[in-house]
């Protein structure tokens, strides 16, 4: 940390230098002009970038016939969540079908990708959505609810034996993900331009929050969709309804759990977060319960209930993280305010 003295100048205005090497690096010239964002903490942020000035970012790849569709695939959603706002695919020949496939993929799997402009050539595309647009706690709580939706129907196919029902939820966690990468990519948005918390009206440290709690929503989807791939293992099989009884019942407790924990999270209310954080240890003992009746079945149906229940047990778990999250934020908000 460098040490700088406030000096006063013309009897009213306060002044301070700024380094050189700072202002050589960022390129600063006689007469520009600074942005200056008071923080929540009291700090004073000062930019080479104003507010109203948007950040051009273009990522390119460059790709041949033996480019990986997969692989290029992943790039792409890797340079969607760094925050790039344009994207090249160039190529010295024509470019192979199978990439632009890829490109559609990307497109219909990312929230404001376009595709603007295309040759035989190169693929240009841009983003279209401004990050203002789409307000993280809006983001955070349709992921949840979507999550939610699905852990509900899960039950309801184990109940009803309805395959179709269970075979639909995959799917469904697409969308969980696209809401996902849009949280990485806005959070990782503000860590390179600041002013746009500002501009939002949040700070980064509850960005950086948002951003733990979707991952979390997210990890909470996948063991949905792996509660419903056993449910189709298990659907025309002969299951014990005890067990299928005491299964719904612990569902419904990681379930409750995840609620009141994005609850608790959204009403800023600490004593809650801590109540969830106990409730899901409760639910552990109860999972070990349904392991041992699952012990007394035979082959595939006992290891599919087995893994039934081990992710109804970590969607507790993982319940029990955002609750933790939102204490550590809630406790460092308290403490700014002394």
Not at 258 to 266: D, E, L, P, Q
């Amino acid at each position: 940390m460098e040490i700088r003295r406030v000096q006063i100048t013309g009897g009213s205005s306060y002044i301070i230098t700024l380094p050189k090497e700072w202002i050589k690096s960022v390129k600063i010239k006689k007469n520009d002009q600074l942005g200056l964002i008071r923080q929540s903490d009291g700090t004073l942020l000062i930019s080479p970038k104003l507010i109203e000035k948007q950040i051009i970012s273009e990522k390119v790849f460059t790709v041949t016939e033996k480019t990986d569709q997969q692989f290029l695939l992943r790039q792409l959603i890797g340079a969607y969540i760094a925050g790039y706002n344009s994207i090249k695919i160039e190529s010295k020949d024509r470019i192979p079908s199978k990439i632009r496939t890829s490109v559609r993929e990307f497109t219909q799997l990312t929230i404001g990708q376009e595709v603007i402009e295309e040759t035989d050539n190169f693929i240009i595309i841009k983003d279209l959505l401004k990050p203002a647009e789409m307000p993280f706690n809006s983001t955070i709580k349709r992921m949840h609810l979507i999550v939610n939706s699905m852990h509900e129907d899960a039950m309801t196919a184990l109940k009803t034996s309805s395959r179709k029902i269970a075979e639909e939820i995959p799917f469904r966690d697409n969308e969980v993900d696209r809401l996902h990468w849009l949280v990485a990519r806005q959070h990782n948005i503000i860590l390179q331009n600041v002013s746009l918390a500002e501009k939002m009206g949040i700070t980064i440290g509850i960005t950086s929050t948002y951003f733990l709690i979707s991952r979390i929503i997210e990890r909470i989807g996948d063991h949905v969709v792996r509660i419903a791939q056993n449910i189709i293992i298990i659907v025309d099989k002969d299951i014990d309804k005890q067990i299928i009884n005491k299964i719904q019942y612990a569902s419904n407790l990681a379930q409750n759990i995840a609620s009141k924990s994005i609850g608790s999270f959204f009403r800023k209310d600490i004593h809650k977060s801590n109540e969830n954080i106990e409730a899901s240890k409760k639910l552990e003992t109860f999972c070990e319960e349904i392991n041992e009746l699952a012990l007394k079945e035979k082959g595939t149906l006992a290891i599919s209930i087995g893994y039934i229940v081990e992710s109804i047990r970590r969607i507790a778990e993982y319940a029990e993280d955002i609750s933790e999250t939102a204490i550590n934020y809630l406790v460092g908000e308290e403490s700014k305010k002394i």
